[in-house]
């Protein structure tokens, strides 16, 4: 079967790899919110977490490809604020799957995971963006209240 020369040449354009800046910015995008998400997702993972690393990895890596894609596309940067509200709204629903009320013990468990999982969107959207430096500094703030302020805080069970 002979490939008509107008579709053979569509299909090149279609699937041919884009040039070496777009493949940085992309790349670079993509890997900043894998590692931060990896490295929110390791410290719940540490704890016994049912949200780990591979669930802070998917979020922040699907929140950063949400609003990086249209950027690719020439959105405009404040057009992508639209994207960036249904995402927000969207792991809304994803950290509310994680809160549990434990009726016997009249106790809400998983709220730092919810939480957990929101922040770790915003930090995505934020390498998405390209913001690598507020990406890392949240990361950073993030890993300080989940890590170093349970040791400041008197002896509670808490997710």
Do not use: C
């Not at 016997?104 to 919810?114: D, K, S, V, W, Y």
Request: proline content about 4%; glycine content about 12%; hydrophobic content about 50%.
């Amino acid at each position: 079967m002979i490939i008509p020369f107008a579709v053979s040449q569509t299909l090149a354009n279609e699937f041919s790899l884009p040039d070496a800046e777009t493949l940085t910015v992309v790349g670079a995008r993509l890997l900043t919110a894998i590692a931060l998400g990896g490295a929110l997702g390791l410290e719940r993972e540490s704890k016994g977490r049912a949200a780990g690393l591979k669930t802070h990895i998917l979020v922040s890596v699907g929140s950063a490809l949400f609003v990086l894609a249209p950027l690719q596309m020439g959105v405009a940067p404040g057009d992508v604020t639209r994207v960036m509200q249904g995402i927000v709204s969207g792991i809304g629903f994803l950290g509310a799957g994680a809160i549990l009320k434990l009726d016997n013990e009249e106790r809400i468990q998983g709220l730092t995971t919810a939480a957990g999982i929101w922040m770790t969107s915003a930090i995505g959207m934020a390498a998405g963006m390209g913001m690598y430096l507020a990406a890392g500094f949240t990361t950073l703030a993030a890993l300080a209240v989940v890590s170093a302020l349970p040791h400041l805080m008197p002896e509670k069970k808490n997710d």
